[in-house]
């Protein structure tokens, strides 16, 4: 289980080398692809990218400062793969609309048979 900024990262990665091939990928160019409110600075990437190696999410082939070489393993792949189903939002039940037409007969024949119960009881009355 990876959280919400390593997958962002990782996103964009498997982005950049679709294929799985080795890509350059310098860090200023992944801190721009990543959401605002997710921003960070380039030792948090470094860190991230140094974490995603540990866990064979990524392979990377060498680093130089700001500049690595790296592929997303299919781990790293599966995992992105995995998190779309969670990402997709379930469509709402449509509320059931009431018939207004059933709720009224409803009504009146619940009406009609208490009045018909009422009258047998009258008439009765009178038999006795």
């Not at 990928?25 to 997710?38: G, Q, S, T, V, W």
């Not at 790293?76 to 469509?91: M, T």
């Amino acid at each position: 289980m990876i959280d919400t900024k390593s997958k962002l990262v990782l996103s964009i990665l498997a982005k950049e080398s679709a294929d799985g091939s080795y890509k350059i990928i310098e860090i200023p160019d992944i801190i721009m692809a990543l959401p605002k409110r997710f921003r960070m600075d380039s030792d948090a990437v470094k860190h991230i990218l140094t974490h995603l190696e540990r866990q064979d999410i990524i392979s990377v082939k060498y680093d130089d400062d700001d500049v690595f070489c790296l592929a997303v393993m299919p781990y790293g792949f599966e995992i992105l793969e995995n998190e779309k189903p969670k990402l997709l939002k379930k469509p709402k039940e449509k509320p059931q609309n009431i018939n207004f037409g059933t709720v009224l007969l409803c009504f009146l024949s619940s009406l009609f048979a208490s009045g018909i119960a009422i009258l047998a009881c009258w008439l009765f009355s009178f038999l006795r």
